[in-house]
Nanobody, 122 residues
Framework: LQLVESGGGLVQPGGSLRLSCAAS????????IGWFQQAPGKEREGVSC????????HYADSAKGRFTISRDNAKNTVYLQMNSLKPEDTAVYYC????????????????WGQGTQVTVSS
């Protein structure tokens, strides 16, 4: 089972990035996927998640109105579109898979990617 994040980079405040999480080695369309961020010196925290079929989503308060999560099960990929980025969004972003969708509860994720760095700075 493998999850690989991509799409991170350096962006100016107010800019946008689209992160991708590509999955392989498991029945991707049976799993909920979550995005997490870990800033330097801080604990990892949930940003957004999406159910296996894509019909349910959850956003942390910090992401509401700026980030959009989506998935393409035909491509085994989940996306996180991040707009209006702020310096406080700077973090390593991870995607993870869970066998069940749990909305605001980000504790049940079993499989993790290696992360992609997002830096928001002028």
């Amino acid at each position: 089972l493998q999850l690989v994040e991509s799409g991170g980079g350096l962006v100016q405040p107010g800019g946008s990035l689209r992160l991708s999480c590509a999955a392989s080695g498991f029945s991707f369309d049976y799993y909920a996927i979550g995005w997490f961020q870990q800033a330097p010196g801080k604990e990892r925290e949930g940003v957004s998640c999406i159910s296996s079929g894509g019909g349910r989503t959850h956003y942390a308060d910090s992401a509401k109105g700026r980030f959009t999560i989506s998935r393409d099960n035909a491509k085994n990929t989940v996306y996180l579109q991040m707009n209006s980025l702020k310096p406080e969004d700077t973090a390593v972003y991870y995607c993870a898979a869970s066998s069940y969708y749990s909305g605001s509860d980000y504790t049940g994720y079993m499989y993790w990617g290696q992360g992609t760095q997002v830096t928001v700075s002028s």
